[in-house]
């Protein structure tokens, strides 16, 4: 049994003092949101519990999804990378970036600088500087292997959009084929939802050409941020339908509109053409300030038995 968790969206304060050269344009609107968004009881106050909930399960991994930032001033990624330090060690901890995490084209290094050791594939030499063409990523780590999208392109004020362009997704369909042949459920982690409605301000422009890639290749899993919502959809795939599961924010609180601060443990078993996984989502519900267990659900395979 392989336990991996998944947290997304920490947007973590609080925004560092910035120059007010910095502040200008779309990191301005952005930081309006900030302080918007901490007045709905979101932010620390919420994302302490819940982690200190997630180091008790102690899963073998942690997936964080991106936007771990808002309005990408340097000092903000100072402050992600000490947060994943202090979620485990690096190979233990895989984040791939958000819309946030580049939020304008000046600040598109930081995250490939000052996250590198939690974002780089196993193949990848210490002293080799990441870009782009870094992505995705493989880390291999027992029976899964972990394969991290980005979808984080700089945009226009009030843009939130994503793309993985035609570079990666050819790299994406080559990694799915290799990992499959090698036996290992695959989890690929995509900060944009490749599936679902949502408005053309904020979602995936190539989503239609990520889902072509899985249908072809397959995955076991698809796990992604975004929405701050919780959700499982399900798309074709050649071996069966894949599961994509949406997190909330980490650091929304119990009555956050959207839902409340979750994380989600999936427990992996079984073996090629016959693996098993099954859903536990734990965190915050509407009305209640303590963190727990709120459901669990079988993506995969049979229901556990549950020992006599
Ligand atoms: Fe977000
Ligand atoms: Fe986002």
Known sequence: MFVLAHLSDPHLGPIPEARLS??????????????????????????????????????????????????????????????????????????????????????????????????????????????????????????????????????????????AGRAQLDRLRAILRQVKAEGLFRVVLIHHPPVGERHSHRDLRDAAAVRAVLAEEGAELVLHGHDHRASLSRIPGPDGTIPVVGVPSASAGPEDGRGAGRYNLYRISGAPGAWACEMESRGYARGETAVGPRDVQVLLGAPSAVPA
């Open 22 to 163: 910095e502040l200008l344009g779309k990191r301005f609107f952005g930081m309006m949101n900030w302080i918007g968004a901490r007045r709905r009881n979101f932010g620390a106050s919420t994302l302490a519990p819940l982690m200190a909930d997630l180091a008790a399960q102690a899963p073998d991994h942690i997936a964080v999804t991106g936007d771990l930032v808002n309005v990408s001033l340097p000092a903000e990624f100072d402050t992600g990378a000490t947060f994943l330090a202090s979620l485990g060690p690096p190979d233990r901890v895989t984040v791939i970036p958000g819309n946030h995490d580049a939020y304008v084209r000046s600040a598109l290094q930081y995250h490939l600088e000052r996250w590198a050791p939690f974002l780089a594939g196993d193949d990848t030499h210490p002293d080799t500087p990441l870009d782009v063409d870094s992505f995705p990523f493989v880390r291999r780590r027992g029976p899964v292997a972990i394969i991290g999208v980005s979808t984080a392109i700089p945009t226009a004020v009030f843009l939130a959009s994503g793309k």
